[in-house]
């Protein structure tokens, strides 16, 4: 199977002059891998500020003017210059923004979603992918501030429905939405994976995660810790003791509270981030943790769960 | 439609206001003011030598005599039956001084204010899309330079090198001196106009550069930017789509406020290049201890002033799809 997405020891940093002309390198994203194969939907879990957006403006070439990333993307194994991204985005790598604020305020949907075009086709093609998502043709005529939430939500996925991606980035695609329409659009993605796509669903949300992804990879303070498939989740085949944390969390399973907070960008000292919280630290956590395979997957653990002795 | 009218009258209401407030503030300085009309118009010599008598025709004539309030209203009361009172110094109808030198000052302003908000534009638009570029550091820097440098001092930098060494433009004045008014040419007129116009526009720029510049970067950075990049528009594509789509907002406060610094301008450079518009003739009633002229020059530039922003507000309501379909359907 084709590997779509290779991401390998990502850093996303951003340069910031604390008062006066003190210049400060703030890392936001640290050590990240991941990878996306045809025909499978990764989700990307982690809470919020771990990163995830930057994730995908990263892979995409966008991020703000004051960022620096370093690390490996590949895409269909070659590397994702910018020069490349550039002509791929909107082609074959498409992205389905977090929120309303991605329209553009003052222009109506259906020249947004046509960019420009103006023939009898691009018209045919956005009526029939806002139908698709349940939107009748009078929403062309709408501006942003017109749409409830929901139906701006649905206007950004029938954007990216417009391109035939082979790889998908969405972020956060599913709030706001009613559980009819929310699992439309994962059962949407999963179609476009099933005809050889890769879908990077980006999510806090790791139940509707595992409603969908065939692999799940965990965010925490901008490193992966773990990266599993969604099967070891309720066969209990968890190895980041933060991966427990959060699936103890869900409702189903106890609702098991989580103490303390995640670190803020520049909070997080050496070693583990998640140690401060970690019923199962050592000495050791302190220490640089590579990411390492596990039992089929992958971890950033010295002690993981189901590794003793390893 | 009824909402939009709602607005207008709201807004007219406070422009009397306004104009009611303007007007006192205008006679209560001028009442202040240490000048003694006698001595300015009359000169202290021919005082000394003129009876009581005739003096004390000269007062009642500059009006020193009378309480400031009373004559304030009675001024009033004139206004509003659209009589401004008699010039002291010109010895002409206000308004008909007023309709004179303004149509003077008018085509200057006119072409300043489109010459000055055009150019500005552009220029922030070419500085903020090439942000931090080479295009962007010379429009910063002339901006900033131009900025600092007195208005009066730019006038008379014109005047020495296009009046004085280049001799290819007449130095003051509206028309050529010595030549009757008949056979003054539109082309005399334009050629008197240029070097006040050159100016007041050069220093309009700035202002609107600068801000036009920081506008079209706040949007170049904003999400939807992003993810129209993120759909693989190309920069140029996005600057025409959405970059000017919204910065045409901010655009059109900026150029109506511009009015006002326009007027601010017009009385120091139509100072220097003698030029007989009504920020000179301001300059000479105030001068001149002058009060009907002064308050109507007062009253006539603000309600100008204030009817840009007006427009500007209406245009508002018109271009901001959020102003237009909100009110529809409130
Ligand atoms: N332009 C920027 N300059 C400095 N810091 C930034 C910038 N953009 C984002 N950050 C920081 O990067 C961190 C990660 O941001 P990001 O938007 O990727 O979070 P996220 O995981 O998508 O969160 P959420 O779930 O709330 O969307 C945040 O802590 C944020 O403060
Ligand atoms: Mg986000």
Redesign the interface.
Known sequence: METILQVRDLSISFTQYDRGTRRRELPVIRRLSLTVEAGQVVAVVGSSGSGKSLLA?GI?G?L??NSRMEGEIRYRGQPLTPRRA?KL???EI??V?Q?V???????QVGPQLR??RRDARARGESRRVLERYGLGPETERR?P??LSGGMARRVLIA?AAM?SPRLLIADEPTPGLDARAAGRILGHFRELAQEGAGVLLITHDLALALTVAHQVAVFYAGETVEVASAADFPAGRLRHPYTRALWNALPQNGFTPMPGAQPGPGEEGTGCPFAPRCPRRGPECAEEIPLRPLAGGLVRCLRPEGGDGL | MKHRLLFTGKKLIRMLLLLLGVSLAAFLLMSASPLDPLQTNVGQAALGTMSQEQIDRLEDYWGVNDPPLQRYLGWLGDFVRGDMGTSLLYRQPVTQVIGQRLQNSLWLMAFAWLFSGLLGLALGLLAGANRGGLGDRIIRGYCLLVSSTPTFWLALVLLMVFAVWLKVLPAGLAVPVGVDAASVTLADRVRHAILPALTLSITGVPNIALHTREKLIDILESDYVLFARARGERPAAILLRHGLRNVALPAITLQFAAISEIFGGSVLVEQVFSYPGLGQTAVNAGLGSDLPLLLGITVVSAAIVFCGNLIADLLYGVVDPRIRRGAARA
């Open positions: 403006h995409l966008i703000p003017y550039e985005r909107g082609r498409v992205l923004p929120g604020t991605y329209l553009d305020p003052l222009m960019m420009g501006y501030f017109e954007a391109q």
